[in-house]
C-alpha cells in the first residue's frame, strides 16, 4: 500500500522560508517522478514543482526563483525549500508520484504565510 506523508508546514510572516517533506512507503521511489502541487481555499489543485527519476526540475512561474524541489532516493523523501514566502502561497501542499499507475495522494500540510 503506498503512503505519503507530507509535513513541515505552518504559519510564517511574508518573506519567510519553510522546508516540506514528502516521505513515502510501498512505492518504488527511485524510478518515480514527483511533484509538488497545492491547493488554496476557493481554488483547484495546482502543479507547483516537479523532479524527474533522474534529478530534472521544473517549476510554474508564480515559484521560480523561490521555491526548490529535491529529492532523496536513500530516504524516499521529496522535498520542497520555499524561499521569500508571499501570502499567495497560502494553500495546503501535497506530494504526488507522476508517473504511478495509481493516483495516489496524501493527506497534504498547511502553509499559512501572513502578511
Known amino acids: 500500500q503506498v503512503r505519503l506523508v507530507e509535513s513541515g508546514g505552518g504559519l510564517v510572516q511574508t518573506g519567510g522560508s519553510l522546508r516540506l517533506s514528502c516521505r513515502s512507503s510501498?512505492?518504488?521511489?527511485?524510478?518515480?517522478?514527483w511533484a509538488w502541487y497545492r491547493q488554496a481555499p476557493g481554488k483547484q489543485r495546482e502543479l507547483v514543482a516537479s523532479?524527474?527519476?533522474?534529478?530534472?526540475?521544473s517549476y510554474v512561474d508564480s515559484v521560480k526563483g523561490r521555491f526548490t524541489i529535491s529529492r532523496d532516493n536513500a530516504w524516499t523523501t521529496v522535498r520542497l525549500q520555499m524561499t521569500n514566502l508571499k501570502p499567495e502561497d497560502t494553500a495546503v501542499y501535497y506530494c504526488k508520484p507522476t508517473n504511478y499507475r495509481l493516483d495516489v495522494w496524501g493527506r497534504g500540510t498547511q502553509v499559512t504565510v501572513s502578511s
Open positions: 510501498g512505492i518504488n521511489f527511485a524510478i518515480m517522478n
Open positions: 523532479i524527474s527519476s533522474s534529478g530534472g526540475t
